[in-house]
């Protein structure tokens, strides 16, 4: 694999993981006991820590691309183990 395909299937792998941790340890200020702003929205944090979820996105990038490389490597999945339209070894006739 080149090294332009790692940064970017790396990169792809942060993106997801920022969706996946963003919403844990997000409090709104309802909940936080905070007062609101007026005109603020109910759901908006009380408590965002960009860094916070930058370096949890980074630990759960490099485990998944950890896994996707080893993948890769040790060839664990491969296309052939998925099925497309029904298509079997034992369907061909």
Do not use: C
């Not at 908006?44 to 370096?55: D, E, G, L, V």
């Not at 630990?59 to 298509?87: C, H, K, M, Q, R």
């Amino acid at each position: 694999m080149q090294w332009t395909s790692i940064i970017a299937i790396y990169s792809l792998f942060w993106v997801l993981s920022a969706f996946i941790v963003m919403p844990f340890g997000v409090r709104t200020h309802h909940e936080a006991g905070i007062p609101t702003v007026p005109g603020q929205a109910e759901s908006a944090p009380a408590n965002f820590q960009p860094k916070r979820i930058a370096w949890h996105t980074t630990l759960v990038s490099i485990v998944l691309f950890g896994l996707f490389y080893a993948n890769y490597i040790e060839g664990w999945i491969t296309p052939d183990d998925f099925l497309y339209f029904g298509n079997t070894p034992s369907s061909s006739r």
